[in-house]
């Protein structure tokens, strides 16, 4: 049954830790991508990979790094220069075709106190 | 600088009726646009898409409508049903640099649809 999984669903640090949100997908998808969702504020991009040992900044990378040393794999940490971690992150696969859709996981939510 | 915007962030429709989602978008290099359909605490899920080369696409129930002249899509929801309550995002893409799609998202609707 392919999918894109998100661990841990929800996960707890104090602030000026470092925390890293995984994702693994079996999908054989090329790109993967990163997003927050914060409320009224729709997805933003964080992070996007296109092809393993390859990635790229997306539109709030600020405090945020990520790998892709595996085809099936972007975990993203969360540094402790990010100013406001708290928030919902979804990590999405997408064929390498154009003009197809992303594929989400179920998320992680990521509360920093 | 919001480039999808979903002007309506609920809507409450009775089971049966016809539900209607806008969106609008400023960017013109957007060619193709999607709608997501999202519960709590979960990743959205893909629901129907549309090339800029159409005005329209169906799949059973859900059609999504194009107006390239006025920058405007929606999502139509026929006969609507209690399952369906939930966020819908709205979506569009570009090509971006080095030829990947950079996929913008709108703010969402959230959709009640009453028994």
């Known amino acids: 049954d392919g999918g894109i999984t998100q661990s841990p669903k929800y996960l707890f640090r104090k602030e000026g830790q470092n925390v890293t949100l995984s994702c693994e997908q079996n999908?054989?998808?090329?790109?993967m991508y990163w997003y927050r969702q914060d409320p009224g504020q729709g997805l933003r991009l964080i992070y996007y990979?296109?092809?393993?040992?390859?990635?790229q900044k997306g539109d709030i990378a600020e405090g945020y790094s990520v790998s892709r040393e595996k085809k099936e794999s972007f975990p993203l940490t969360v540094t402790s220069a990010q100013k406001n971690p708290t928030a919902f992150y979804l990590c999405?696969?997408?064929?390498?075709?154009?003009?197809?859709?992303?594929?989400f996981g179920n998320g992680t939510r990521l509360t920093v106190t | 600088d919001q480039q999808v915007k979903q002007n309506s962030p609920s809507l409450s429709v009775q089971e049966g009726r016809i539900s209607i989602l806008n969106c609008d978008y400023t960017?013109?290099?957007?060619?193709?646009f999607l709608w997501y359909k999202k519960y709590p605490a979960e990743g959205p899920t893909f629901l129907i898409s549309?090339?800029?080369?159409?005005d329209k696409n169906e799949d059973g129930r859900f059609t999504v409508f194009l107006n390239k002249s006025a920058k405007h899509l929606s999502l139509h929801i026929v006969p609507s049903q209690p399952g369906d309550s939930a966020v819908y995002f709205c979506?569009?893409?570009?090509?971006?640099?080095?030829?990947?799609?950079?996929?913008?998202f709108g703010t969402g609707t959230k959709l009640q649809v009453i028994p």
């Open positions: 960017n013109s290099m957007f060619d193709y």
């Open positions: 999405a696969s997408q064929q390498s075709s154009y003009n197809s859709p992303l594929h």
């Open positions: 979506a569009a893409s570009a090509r971006g640099g080095g030829g990947y799609q950079k996929v913008t």
């Open positions: 549309i090339s800029s080369i159409k």
């Open positions: 990979s296109q092809i393993v040992n390859d990635f």
């Open positions: 999908l054989n998808h090329d790109a």
